[in-house]
């Protein structure tokens, strides 16, 4: 058993407020993909306010600008949940709901187990990628990095390309 969990944070900016008809079908589906989330094994932890979601979490001074978060067991049962769930099919629709990205919106980390990382931890691995491409320190799906004292070299997951890109 790895003495890591891998944490994710992605970002974008919503196009409309949360409470809008833009987002209607985005805000419905949130509980629903949530909860499968936490059903699916690896889960371990997700960013969440007593709404039971991380819309109404306001990290920065813009009140489009929204994160999601979460630590699972593996890099792969999370590669499965994002990839090969329901969760792809809300994924790909994301187009409708948010601005296209103009830097790095997701990016992935290490963690010891049992560590459950701050929005500013996990905001800087964002930044570092952004500045220094996918490193050991802050990674991709596209170019995923062994936990730290595992050998190995960075290696691509193959995210579906019709969610892992924009158009």
Known sequence: MSGWHIAQLNVGRIIAPTDSPQLAEFMAALDEINARAEATPGFIWRLQSDSGNATDIRVSEDPSFLVNMSVWA??????????????????????????????????????????????????????????????????????????????????????????????
């Not at 890099?75 to 769930?85: G, P, Q």
């Not at 290490?110 to 990674?139: I, K, N, Q």
Request: net charge positive; aromatic share 14%.
């Open 74 to 167: 593996t890099i792969e049962s999370l590669f499965d949940f994002v990839y090969r769930s329901a969760h792809t099919a809300v994924m790909a629709r994301r187009r409708q709901w948010f601005e296209k990205p103009t830097a790095a919106y997701q990016v992935l980390w290490w963690v010891p187990a049992g560590h459950v990382p701050g929005v500013r931890e996990a905001l800087d691995r964002l930044e570092h990628l952004r500045r220094h491409g996918p490193t050991p320190h802050a990674f991709t799906f596209n170019r995923r990095y062994p936990p730290p004292g595992e050998l190995g070299a960075a290696q691509d997951m193959k995210p579906e390309p019709y969610c892992a890109g924009w158009r």
